[in-house]
């Protein structure tokens, strides 16, 4: 995970919106600022930087947002399928207990999946082998796992694989726009850097002004 430049980005970018605003805006500051090379040129690079980062920012936490949400439907579908799955697995070594033929062709045998692929793998594998093989369903529908469960258990496996993609995809979305939105942070950092340097030299004998551009200045 990356480190984050700042513990609130949105404090960060506000605090550049009201120092380059109020540079921009304010005649006194503007004048003094342009004795020291900080015209209207200079400002404007800093307000397009200030734009393009409050831009990228925004869209990151678009994505960041829809990231959770289909990891939430992920999560739920996931769950909800597991907890399925458990019941029948545990029924199965249960009743074919003396079977170990079965449990190897239902992949039972060993520990409950616990890696989300080997999870699809072994949730496939058991209700694949079950609605293949009519002799089994029969014996299975004996602890009531019908071939229309059976039927809904593939289906919902085929929608939970469907989500996980869909989670990827905005997963890999999300990262990538989050190393643009750094890169765009760090950008109006160091130019935000050099604005304050200036602004201290420029106002340095008028506090009020430097206040007003988010600097504190100590009394």
Same mark, same amino acid.
């Given at each position: 995970?990356?480190? @984050?430049?700042?513990?609130?980005?949105?404090? %960060?970018?506000? !605090?550049? $919106?009201?120092a380059i605003t109020n540079a921009e805006t304010n005649p006194a500051i503007k004048a003094a600022l342009a004795e020291y090379g900080m015209g209207d040129e200079q400002l404007a690079v800093g307000r397009q930087t200030y734009n393009a980062s409050q831009g990228i920012w925004d869209k990151n936490f678009k994505e960041d947002t829809e990231s959770s949400e289909a990891s939430l439907t992920y999560s739920t579908t996931y769950n909800e399928l597991q907890a399925v799955f458990k019941v029948h697995r545990d029924k199965a070594l249960i009743f074919f207990k003396?079977?170990?033929?079965?449990?190897?062709?239902?992949?039972?045998?060993? @520990?409950?999946?616990?890696?989300?692929?080997? %999870?699809?793998? !072994?949730? $496939?594998?058991?209700?694949?082998?079950?609605?293949?093989?009519?002799?089994?369903?029969?014996?299975?529908d004996k602890i009531k796992l019908t071939a229309?469960?059976?039927?809904?258990?593939?289906?919902?496996?085929?929608?939970?694989?469907?989500?996980?993609?869909?989670?990827d995809t905005e997963l890999a979305e999300s990262q990538d726009m989050t190393k643009n939105k750094n890169a765009a942070l760090l950008a109006l950092k160091e130019w935000m850097d050099d604005f304050y340097a200036i602004a201290k030299v420029?106002?340095?004998d008028q506090p009020q002004l430097l206040e007003a551009l988010g600097v504190f200045v100590r009394s």
């Open positions: 995970m990356t480190k @984050r430049l700042f513990k609130s980005e949105s404090k %960060f970018l506000e !605090k550049s $919106r009201t003396h079977k170990p033929e079965v449990l190897v062709k239902l992949g039972v045998k060993g @520990r409950f999946p616990r890696k989300y692929n080997d %999870f699809f793998d !072994k949730v $496939r594998l058991f209700y694949t082998a079950v609605k293949a093989d009519a002799t089994l369903q029969t014996e299975m229309a469960q059976v039927d809904e258990c593939l289906a919902l496996l085929e929608e939970l694989l469907a989500k996980r993609s869909h989670f420029a106002l340095y």
